[in-house]
């Protein structure tokens, strides 16, 4: 194991770091891409890091009675308070190396959090810590439902899915009526002090998340990225498709991958033109298994209105009106 912290690019996959920091002991489900994200986070960021984590399928599945995959020091935190403990974290390892107590290093300090432990309750408490000047990355994990406690719908499940909280029925066929919260948009636009922000899928493009990750980490902080994980429970299917629809999620264009580096953006990925229809990223999981072709068609006309009408695809919704 090597100590030596670099943030360097990883050119091709044969120069990734073979290290794990996230390895065997866990119960995550076969096919897991949000466990994907913690090997990768882990992976790129290396042994002086501090992971922090709350309440969801990666608490819950990662600490099975005395088993842990965590090989950096790891603490559990309240559903709703990731970015909390990432700027309590930040800045109490500041403090201690300011009164000498412990040498002065790079102490990467990771909060991870689920999509409704993040984007729906953690809102506030991530915004704060972005506010801030501290050496932090929050990463928003989502897996598109509170799949931990038995997959019921969040702000960010995709509209019309079926989860506990919204099932298909005979007099109403769609339940979740709300379209997916543009969290890592909203915390872009909102906030100047924010060094670096970006999305990302665990699995495609390759070593894009290691190095979006890497790029956070140099950067210093506040840093957020946000992750899209298919999730085989949830969106049911078979656990062998997780990096296929991750991938057809990227180039169906219904989840834009883009950086946003001191407030400039750069798409780091760009669908094929014409895009690949959404409704073959959609139909792969039966949690849209009820869908007719209108419901395809639905989905698809609001992603090609991301694409040609937002004022920056996948960011900012808003168009410029006659304002000036
Ligand atoms: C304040 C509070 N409310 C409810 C719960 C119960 N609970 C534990 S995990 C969880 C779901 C978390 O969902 P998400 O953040 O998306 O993470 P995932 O389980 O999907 O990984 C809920 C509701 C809790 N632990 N704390
Ligand atoms: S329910 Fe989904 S997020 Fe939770 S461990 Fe299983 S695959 Fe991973
Ligand atoms: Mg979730």
Known sequence: MTSEITFEKIKGIHNAPREEFYSSGHRT??????AMVMRMFSKASGPRTIA????????????????????????????????????????????????????????NTIAFCGDLGGADMGLSAISSALQMDYDL?????????AANTDIQATGMT????????????????IMQTRWKKNVAGMLAAGHPNVKYIATAIASFPPLDLL???????????PTF???????PKGWDYHPRYS???????????IFPLYEIENGVVKMTYRPPQPKVPVKEYL??????????????????????????????????????????
């Open 225 to 231: 990225i946000h992750t899209l994980d298919p999730c």
């Open 29 to 34: 489900c076969e096919g897991c891409e949000s």
């Open 211 to 221: 190095n979006k990750v890497r790029k956070a980490l140099a950067a210093g902080g």
């Open 52 to 107: 922090l984590g709350t309440t969801g399928c990666m608490y819950v599945a990662n600490t099975a009675y005395m088993t842990t995959p965590w090989v950096v020091p790891w603490m559990h935190t309240q559903l709703g308070a990731g970015g909390s403990a990432a700027l309590g974290t930040s800045a109490g390892l500041r403090a201690l190396m300011k009164k000498g107590k412990i040498a002065k290093e790079k102490i």
């Open 243 to 253: 990096d296929k629809l991750g991938e057809l999620a990227a180039r169906s264009g």
């Open 283 to 324: 139909e792969k999981q039966g949690r849209f298994a009820h869908f007719g072709a209108e419901d395809f068609a639905y989905v698809q006309s609001q992603v090609d209105v991301m694409w040609n009408e937002w004022e920056i695809p996948g960011i900012i919704p808003m168009k410029s009106g006659a304002l000036r």
């Open 137 to 145: 990355l929050i990463i928003l994990y989502d897996n598109e439902s």
């Open 158 to 173: 995709t509209w019309g899915a079926q989860t506990t909280f919204t099932p298909t029925g005979t007099v109403k066929k």
